[in-house]
């Protein structure tokens, strides 16, 4: 109702303070309930059966065996789950991604599914399923998938977005382009070009917690979910969809979050799980093994990335130009596109293009990780600027203070930029002890900056005050990264009253319309606009409640720090009222006192980030070592300094762990080698520093307090900010990520012998 | 599935040897547990041998030590005389898994596992330790090296088990170092390692030595050529160069998720030359 959410300047009480999170003890004594920790009575063990091959058409399943077995409940295929998408392509290929309809696309693509009343009965009738593969052959590398002698995964698919539609079905489904000006005239211009390759390996978002799901359907037809997510709102829609279900019907509950980093964006069990339920007329568990995890859920693109940048003697970039390959798994999506539109995105220039395409491969469908597709540009983009500053002769950060994007530049993919961080993260690189503190052998030390966009999106929430006043906050956006605690803040600051009164709940889809997820580092920052907007409202009503028990008009109540105040001379007797004594007097003024909020949060403000590390190489292993990491980055206001600094050093680790060790292996037979955390290496503690963090206020213009989202940003700089490093301690530049010890060692022998 | 924990020696080895099926031993399970978990073994009998007398201890003999087969990772890192006679062998028994695993996991257990890659396997190797193994016909005893036979496959014979294993008391002027190397910092498998054990004599030169390789092979590999190389010599660049070499060229590595044939091979003699020169300073080389 007329919610301004323009940011005004303003001090606060509770906002950006450090309060410890409601959530906090039930984590850490064990009691929060998790997706695996929900149980119903009656409740039958879930369990898939996935390929063994990359590529395969499935004749014929076979489950009469299976069903036979004693204890099981419910066998299901594709057959199951009737295709009830009605040309909705994006629907259809997450449909055929829960349980593979035709083909068998990569290993560990879902092809059927048991409920059994016990583990070992549903793992027993796994091996009673009869599955008759025609094995083809397969592709899982992004180049070799380009190539025209590469098997097709699916032959309806002739390359969009170029200028002839193609004759012959490829692996290619997009071109996109982003850019202005003229490249040729800006490499005409140059003093100096640096050209380069590089790639990047496919990683796993790599959460501690696997899916895991507790799915019922009643014989009325209605049925509640239980799961872990980062949008139940968004998972019901898909459920009912895929299910033929009414919305409303399907009540889904979310559990707390052990991670998800946007691999907790897509179904992936639970329609299995509701069907697998809907059948045996009984609750199912469906829970992930860390095997599958790899195997059919996350990972991110695998790419191939070519980069030309031109500059002057003076510095000044002329012309950029980029050249993006992104896997997509096997089916289409948009990462070449956002790697295309993020990967200039820090700089200001004149002639700027970027190519990006989509390409399908035999691998697990591509999920958003974390800013999705930005930290492999950025990896390509960062270093080949780090090369071109070398060859100028100028200070890398010089060089990028000297381009730095402005207030009114125009963005490599379009729009023109407002307020924004990226100058002032550099400078405060720049100025920063960390870029003055001595190295010692075989030590190099890089820089390197980021991009994302942020998202805002649809976002409803209910604050109810209590009749003894306390106030409970319903959000619908799932709490990744302490959002609940920020959140409580917020109304806690509009409300004028302390932290602790105010208690804050993820609500389930039955209970408040509807949210987007939380993704695009929206959850704060939309929530908290759409906390401000509830309380205010409710601000509203407890002004007419207390000009009711004062017999005043309400243009003459006034809310100041948690009280309302009658202004006016002629009031000067009337002591203010509490928040407290207006909700204790409720039940006599009209009831109970509340404010709601529904909005779409526009104006997510961009977000950018400079991060410096330094690392050790060993020259005879080829073996790195994080000695120190500092990650500069702009919050336009930190509501949690605390979990706002979570964030930065979170993506931070992941970077560094993407960086060096992360990567999906495929054999030759194109089975994934590494399903597990034994050689899927996410960094244990021991392999990190302290991550430094330092963060900036430059307000975002489009929200109240001047917000903006910070998940996401602390993981675009990392690959490259620590390949600079690498580069720099080694001798020789790392174009190929993860930079593991083989291949650190391999290019430090090249060098040598070349 | 049958569990059973006998008290004594006998009755295990009996039990073994009249079972059909699968049987498997379990100690500290941390090999045993996580793939009967992960769906790879299902065994029709497992034989818990830690509640029989005495094999949770570490004992000093006349000859050296005996390190019963339930002896814990962590216990051996708390034994002093242990650290101090054999320090490369007890490094090597403290980097398995985490501190968490090591109070679990055990030397006789690493060394049944079979893996190529077992850290504990190569330091016993250079330590020349011995296998003390009791079976239907009796007790023997067997070097270390001969226990595994290739990745997953052992000597022993239906119904044995190994009960302790043997280390000498130290001649005067020993060491002996193991080194592995990881990706990580902890919590991971070797891609390669080395373990050197040495002997000097008065003046610092090498009288005695034996040199082994991990993950290199199918088994872990004694390298002769390498222990000629040290001998003779006090390790000086030029003994250190050719052990490395020597080591490099004892290699037979495959391509695998966890390293490549080059990598291996040079890593092998990088890690045999920084773990000699361990070796020799716990000497007392100089």
Known sequence: MNFD??????????????????????????????????????????????????????????????????????????????????????????????????????????????????????????????????????????????????????????????????????????????????????????????????????????????????????????????????????????????????????RVTSSEIGGGFGGKTHVWAEPVALALSRKAGRPVKLVMTRDEVFRASGPTSATSIDVKIGARKDGTITAAEATLRYSCGPYAGMWAELGAMTAFACYKLDNVKTVGYEVLVNRPKTAAYRAPSAPMAAF????????????????????????????????????????????????????????????????????????????????????NIGMDGSVSLAVGTVDVGGSRASLS????????????????VVADTSSLGYNDMTDGSRGTFSSSMAT??????????????????????????????????????????????????????????????????????????????????????????????????????????????????????????????WALNEEYIYAKDGRLQNAGFLDYRIPVCSDLPMIDTQILEIPNPNHPYGVRGVGETSIVPPLAAIANAVSNAAGVRMTHIPMSPPRVLAAIEAERGG | MRYIRPLSMEDAVGQLAGSSGTAAILAGGSDLLVRMKGGFIEPDLIVDIKAIDGLGEIRETAEGFSIGAAVSCALMGESVALNREWPGVVEAAKLIGSKQVQGRCTIVGNLCNASPAADSVPALVA???????IGPGGRRTVPVEAVPTGPGKTSLAKGEIIEAILLDRRAPRSGDAYLRFIPRTEMDIAVVSAGVNLTLDEQGVVKSARVSLGAVAPTVLLVEEAAEALIGRKLDEAALERLAKVCSGACRPIDDKRGTVEFRRKVAGVLARRAATTAYARAGGK
Not at chain 1, 425 to 450: F, S, V, W
Request: hydrophobic share 40%; charged share 25%; net charge negative.
């Open chain 1, 5 to 250: 959410p323009r940011y005004s300047s303003r001090s606060f009480a509770s906002v950006g303070t450090r309060p410890i999170r409601p959530d906090g003890v039930d984590k850490v004594t064990g009691r929060a309930r998790y997706g695996a920790d929900f149980n119903m009575a009656g409740q039958l063990v879930g369990r898939v059966l996935r390929s063994p091959h990359a590529h395969a058409t499935i004749r014929k399943i076979d489950t009469s065996k299976a069903e036979k077995l004693p204890g099981v409940k419910a066998v299901i295929t594709a057959a199951d789950l009737p295709d009830l998408t009605d040309g909705d392509a994006a629907m259809y290929d997450i449909l055929d991604n829960c349980m593979a309809r035709k083909k068998a696309l990569y290993d560990g693509h879902a092809v059927a599914a048991v409920a059994a009343v016990d583990a070992r009965t549903a793992t027993q009738a796994l091996k009673l399923i009869e599955v008759d593969y025609e094995v083809l052959p397969h592709v899982t590398d992004v180049d070799e998938a380009m190539k025209h002698s590469a098997p097709v995964l699916n032959d309806s698919i002739f390359t969009e977005g170029v200028e002839e539609k193609p004759t012959k079905p490829s692996n290619v489904t997009k071109r996109s382009q982003y850019g202005h000006g003229d490249v040729r005239e800006g490499f005409a211009q140059a003093d100096y070009v640096v050209e380069r390759s590089f790639k990047t390996e496919q990683t796993h978002q790599g959460y501690i917690e696997p899916h895991a799901c507790v799915a019922s359907v009643s014989s009325d037809g209605t049925a509640d979910l239980w799961v872990c997510t980062q949008g139940h709102f968004v998972y019901r829609q898909h459920c009912a969809q895929l299910l033929g279900m009414e919305a409303s019907k399907l």
């Open chain 1, 489 to 504: 803040l917020v109304a806690a600051e509009e409300l004028g009253i302390a932290y602790e009164q105010v208690k804050a």
């Open chain 2, 127 to 133: 330590a020349a330790a011995r296998a003390l193994i």
């Open chain 1, 532 to 657: 401000i907007s509830a309380a205010r409202n409710a601000i509203k009503v407890l002004r007419e409640r207390a000009a009711q028990m004062w017999d005043v008009p309400v243009d003459d109540v006034v809310w100041e720090k948690g009280h309302a105040i009658a202004k006016g001379e002629k009031y000067g007797n009337l002591a203010a009222l509490s928040l407290k004594e207006i909700a204790a007097a409720s039940g006599k003024t009209g009831g109970p006192i509340a404010g709601h909020s529904e909005l779409v949060a526009d104006g997510a403000g961009v977000s950018f980030a400079t991060h410096i590390c330094d690392i050790e190489v060993d020259p005879e292993t080829g073996a790195t070592r994080v000695l120190r990491y500092t990650v500069v980055q702009d919050a336009g206001k930190a509501v949690h300094p605390t979990y706002v600094e979570g964030q930065y050093q979170g993506g931070a680790a992941q970077g560094i762990g």
């Open chain 1, 380 to 463: 390509a983009v960062e270093s080949a600027v780090d090369e071109l500053a070398k060859e100028i002769g100028m200070d890398p950060v010089e060089f990028r203070i000297r381009n730095a994007a402005q207030e009114g530049t125009r963005s490599s993919y379009g729009p023109v930029y407002g307020p924004i961080g990226i100058g002032p993260t550099l400078e405060a690189a720049k100025n920063h002890p960390h870029m003055k503190a001595p190295l010692g052998k075989n030590q190099g030390r890089g820089m390197a900056c980021g991009f994302w966009f942020n998202f805002g999106g649809q976002t409803c929430t209910d604050l």
